[in-house]
């Protein structure tokens, strides 16, 4: 079975100051990682997603992640937080066979300050 | 192109009492998804289609929940009757298929307080 757990609950940062969220992931199986973004009163939507290939991936609003195989990790980045990327920020794997389900992390409320 | 819908935005009702929601999947998506999202937790998937049959509903407490997606297009969940522990944003996504690597588009929720 496939397992995701975000590291921190909530991550304060300062407007225009780098920050990455941390996601480790395990699984028995290969998987696709995603990250997903979800804003007040909204519906979840996707920042980026790794299938294969290069393990840098860059997704929308500035955003990049990193696939490291033998660490199980899928960490995103900015280089520079705006107020606008006040959000909680999910973390997920689907198995890439059988029913191709999605696992969730519980998520990492991120608040820039200004 | 339209997005996922969804129906009521927010609902109130009492324990013991029933609800049911409604999902519009973006035009085309085989598959169809309805999570539980409940307060300081990531998303939990109740159920799963593919087209109008159920792929996954192992995490469906299926002695008061129900789902159904007749035709292959719009779906509803229903609870009855509902608890307490049942309050949560209940979330529905589609994607085109559930091939792996596939994006799922989620509507904006519905919000279930029970009292």
């Known amino acids: 079975a496939q397992s995701v757990t975000q590291l921190d609950s909530q991550v304060p940062v300062f407007e225009e100051a780098p920050v990455e969220l941390r996601c480790n992931y395990s699984?028995?199986?290969?998987?696709?990682l995603f990250w997903y973004v979800q804003y007040p009163n909204q519906g979840l939507q996707l920042l980026l997603k790794?299938?294969?290939?290069?393990?840098l991936v860059k997704g929308i609003n500035g955003f990049e992640a990193e696939f490291n195989k033998s660490q199980t990790s899928f960490h995103l980045r900015k280089p520079s937080v705006h107020i606008s990327d006040t959000a909680e920020y999910f973390c997920?794997?689907?198995?890439?066979?059988?029913?191709?389900?999605?696992?969730f992390g519980t998520g990492t409320r991120l608040k820039v300050l200004a | 192109e339209a997005g996922v819908a969804q129906s009521p935005r927010y609902k109130i009702i009492e324990k013991r009492q029933s609800v049911a929601f409604w999902c519009n999947p973006i035009?085309?998506?085989?598959?169809l998804y309805w999570y539980q999202q409940i307060l300081g937790q990531g998303p939990k998937l109740l159920i799963q289609?593919?087209?109008?049959?159920?792929?996954?509903d192992s995490q469906l407490p299926k002695d008061r929940f129900s789902a159904e997606r007749l035709k292959g297009v719009d779906s509803t969940l229903k609870i009855q009757p509902a608890k307490l522990e049942d309050s949560a944003v209940y979330l529905c996504?589609?994607?085109?298929?559930?091939?792996?690597?596939?994006?799922?588009?989620f509507g904006p929720g519905t919000r279930l307080t029970v009292l």
């Open positions: 996504a589609s994607s085109l298929d559930r091939a792996g690597g596939d994006t799922q588009y």
């Open positions: 699984s028995s199986v290969s998987v696709y």
């Open positions: 790794y299938l294969s290939g290069s393990t």
């Open positions: 997920a794997v689907q198995k890439n066979s059988g029913t191709y389900k999605y696992i």
């Open positions: 035009s085309g998506h085989a598959t």
């Open positions: 289609f593919q087209n109008n049959g159920v792929v996954d």
